[in-house]
């Protein structure tokens, strides 16, 4: 059975920091490319930041570039998500999603059930 697991969310002041991770179990980790996507009520899913394989291949959406990094310990099969310079319109519910995309043109993807991050003083 496929699980992903979200925790690390919470209430932090602006400027503030947050670590979100990723537990998984289920599927051949590191196979798979780790993304972080951030939804906000009445507005699509927005990429936030992905990881491949090796983990020297990353992107970042512009928003968050320089104070976001994404990280995965394929031993553990956890992904990361380390937030810095935290800003209120950082508050979302932050969604980890797992991806692998094969030769023949399949897709398989996996969501976790989302963490609260809230950004406020």
């Known amino acids: 059975q496929v699980q992903l697991v979200e925790s690390g969310g919470g209430l932090v002041q602006p400027g503030g920091s947050l670590t979100l991770s990723c537990e998984t179990s289920?599927?051949?980790?590191?196979?798979?490319?780790m993304r972080w996507f951030r939804q906000v009520p009445g507005k699509e899913r927005e990429l936030v930041a992905g990881?491949?394989?090796?983990?020297?291949?990353?992107n970042y959406a512009e928003s968050v570039k320089g104070r976001f990094t994404i990280s995965r310990d394929d031993t553990k099969r956890i992904a990361y998500l380390q937030m810095t310079r935290l800003k209120p319109e950082d508050s979302a519910v932050y969604y980890c999603?797992?991806?692998?995309?094969?030769?023949?043109?399949?897709?398989?993807?996996?969501w976790g059930q989302g963490t609260q991050v809230t950004v406020s003083s």
């Open positions: 289920g599927f051949t980790f590191h196979g798979y490319a």
């Open positions: 990881i491949g394989n090796p983990a020297t291949n990353t």
């Open positions: 999603n797992a991806r692998l995309q094969v030769l023949d043109g399949r897709e398989f993807t996996y």
